[in-house]
């Protein structure tokens, strides 16, 4: 019964992946839903669980309940993980603009600016530089 859905929390951006019918009951397609989560409700159940996604298209905000067990859920993707400390962000209906951003927070190196990568070629180059400008800070202190 139950799917194999990531973690979510408030405060993430995820894509949902979600499976529309076309008009006349002719073949589907998936559509894409890209937003910020701003509440997730477990329920009684493990297949009671939904989150409210939203965005902002064309000016207006569109928030849309997802079933986290629904058929018509194909995926769920976490794009980005937002630093919250709540766990309803209904405040964010009323902002725009510069208000309502999230500070980003990367956890893990799966999110690409994590940790950078230390640069150990420069650090050889300024220890062996070091005592170049050692060298030349003394000659110039006995001109």
């Known amino acids: 019964m139950t799917k194999n859905v990531p973690d ?5 951006t ?4 979600e499976r529309i019918q076309d008009e006349e009951g002719g073949k589907g397609r998936i559509q894409i839903f890209e937003g910020l989560v701003i509440g997730v409700h477990n329920g009684h159940t493990s297949t009671d669980r939904t989150i ?3 965005r902002i298209a064309s ?3 569109v928030e849309k309940n997802f079933p ?3 058929p018509l859920v194909e995926k769920i993707e976490v794009k980005k993980i937002a630093k919250v ?3 309803k ?3 964010l209906r009323g902002r725009t603009g510069k208000s309502a951003r999230l500070s980003e927070r990367f956890t893990t190196k799966e999110f690409g600016i994590a940790v950078a990568p230390p640069e150990t070629a420069n650090v050889e180059e300024t220890a062996e530089a070091a005592p170049d400008q050692a060298k030349a800070k003394e000659e110039k202190k006995t001109e």
Request: charged letters at 20%; glycine letters at 12%.
């Open 52 to 54: 409210t996604v939203r």
């Open 59 to 61: 000016g207006v905000g």
């Open 89 to 91: 962000l209904n405040f």
């Open 85 to 87: 400390r709540r766990a």
């Open 14 to 17: 995820v894509r949902v992946h």
């Open 8 to 12: 979510i929390r408030s405060g993430y």
């Open 68 to 70: 986290l067990v629904s």
